[in-house]
């Protein structure tokens, strides 16, 4: 088994990497919205991950460039989480023509996006 002193370097690396990625997506951030516009807008489609009971993993994707807009680590599937994170992307990348999700708690859109936004919902597989 290795000590905490060996695993160090590579988290700090993990980090470091996780830092710049993030860096570079905020950067290109400008030249996303612009594809996206001449694309016509964008679908956001959310979908959310976890295990047992390790922090929520939720996405944002352009289900039309099926590009990744944004993600952030959630302690639950609450509001209070998840609103911040939608307005982020609308501050960011405009409001989506629709947005998709799975059916039920997610009924927020009027909150963030002036409930001018068509809302699908998509069985969970």
Same mark, same amino acid.
């Given at each position: 088994?290795e #000590?905490n002193?060996?695993c %160090?370097p590579?988290?700090?690396?993990g980090?470091?990497?996780? &830092?710049?990625l993030a ?5 290109s951030a400008? %030249?996303?919205?612009?594809a996206m516009a001449?694309q016509?807008g964008y679908?956001?489609h ?7 009971k #390790?922090?929520?993993l939720?996405?944002?994707?352009? &289900?039309v460039m099926?590009? =990744?807009?944004? @993600?952030?680590?959630?302690? #639950?599937?609450? &509001?209070?989480?998840?609103i911040?994170? !939608?307005?982020?992307? @609308? ?5 989506? !023509? &629709? ?6 708690k997610w @009924?927020?859109?009027?909150? =963030?996006?002036?409930?001018?936004? %068509?809302?699908?919902?998509? @069985?969970r597989?």
């Amino acid at each position: 088994m290795e #000590s905490n002193h060996q695993c %160090r370097p590579v988290t700090e690396l993990g980090r470091r990497f996780i &830092a710049l990625l993030a860096l570079a997506h905020r950067q290109s951030a400008p %030249r996303l919205k612009e594809a996206m516009a001449f694309q016509g807008g964008y679908i956001l489609h959310l979908d959310a991950t976890y295990e047992d009971k #390790s922090p929520l993993l939720m996405t944002g994707i352009d &289900a039309v460039m099926e590009i =990744v807009l944004g @993600n952030i680590k959630l302690p #639950s599937e609450k &509001a209070d989480g998840i609103i911040p994170f !939608l307005r982020q992307l @609308n501050d960011c990348f405009g409001p989506p !023509l &629709a947005l998709v999700h799975r059916p039920g708690k997610w @009924n927020f859109r009027c909150k =963030v996006f002036d409930g001018g936004v %068509r809302q699908r919902f998509r @069985n969970r597989s």
